[in-house]
């Protein structure tokens, strides 16, 4: 049972244009929300969360969006550079049944192409 | 945030063996959180280790496979018992990050059972 879903595996993007990860989750007790990015050899990094009672979150060039009602959010990078070229992990925390979880996607490879 | 040494980097090992696996973390910390990444899935929590208890295990994961050490606040090992070529996985430890769910992680573990 997959909680955080990435339904895409990989992802290729010219540099300088818009990156779109995508994210559905299934619990609604879930009221947190993380993106991490792992480059090979490396651990997941923090990049940017949100919490449910936003919907959407700005650092950067990086910006995620909730939407609650769909249970999904994304993870836009503009403008895209090679040196995004990662692993982004989806992460969905809150109070569900058996405690405090957190629960991950199983990620989305992003190529940047110079 | 807290800086995680995590090793072996990887390890091929051969199957009915055991690795262990240690990681050291620069700050005192309450919990250590072990993960295992198996190929083309998401982060999965093995396990919680908490420092003077038992470690707490996650549904699919027992102490007898997956036995944990917790010596002190700064350090964790996490054995890998009678291996097999299910077990080939990225192991990653993590302590919570202090601020806003997030979590900081070792480098990672690539371990593979012939």
């Known amino acids: 049972d997959q909680q955080v879903k990435q339904n895409s595996p990989s992802l290729s993007v010219q540099e300088g244009r818009i990156s779109i990860l995508n994210c559905d989750y299934t619990n609604s007790m879930f009221d947190y929300f993380l993106w991490y990015k792992k480059y090979p050899a490396e651990g997941p990094t923090f990049l940017i969360s949100i919490s449910s009672i936003k919907d959407k979150n700005e650092d950067g060039r990086f910006t995620v969006f909730l939407n609650k009602s769909a249970k999904h959010l994304s993870l836009h990078i503009v403008p895209s550079q090679p040196g995004d070229s990662a692993v982004y992990f989806c992460a969905a925390s809150g109070i569900v049944t058996g405690g405090f979880k957190t629960i991950f996607g199983a990620g989305t490879r992003l190529f940047v192409k110079a | 945030s807290a800086v995680i040494s995590q090793k072996p980097s990887r390890d091929i090992c051969q199957r009915g063996t055991s690795l262990t696996i240690q990681c050291q973390v620069d700050s005192q910390v309450t919990m250590m959180f072990w993960y295992r990444q198996q190929p083309g899935q998401s982060l999965t929590l093995i396990a919680t280790?908490?420092?003077?208890?038992?470690?707490?295990?996650e549904s699919g994961f027992v102490i007898d496979k997956f036995p944990i050490s917790r010596p002190n606040l700064t350090f964790s090992t996490l054995t890998v018992s009678n291996m097999s070529p299910e077990d080939s996985s990225i192991y990653l430890c993590s302590v919570a990050s202090g601020t806003s769910y997030g979590y900081t992680f070792g480098s990672g573990t690539r371990l593979t059972v012939v």
């Open positions: 280790a908490n420092q003077g208890s038992e470690a707490t295990y």
